[in-house]
């Protein structure tokens, strides 16, 4: 009887560190930087740059 009740405790702190462990910023996709970004990005950084 005691094995049991070890067991659902064990369970249950396992569950509840499971759950604890989400993304909770509703960010589920991920943000994936292609060269072609990259360089756009680059670029206009320059053209921002050259204008001030």
């Known amino acids: 009887m005691m094995k049991v ?3 659902l ?3 249950l702190f ?3 560190a499971l ?3 989400t993304n909770d910023e509703g960010d589920s ?3 994936i930087i292609t060269p072609n970004d990259e360089q ?3 670029s206009i ?3 921002k740059e ?3």
């Open 50 to 52: 050259s204008n001030n």
């Open 5 to 7: 009740i070890l067991l």
């Open 9 to 11: 405790i064990t369970v």
């Open 29 to 31: 996709d991920l943000d």
């Open 40 to 42: 756009e990005r680059v």
């Open 19 to 21: 759950s604890s462990c």
């Open 14 to 16: 396992s569950s509840m």
């Open 45 to 47: 950084q320059t053209e």
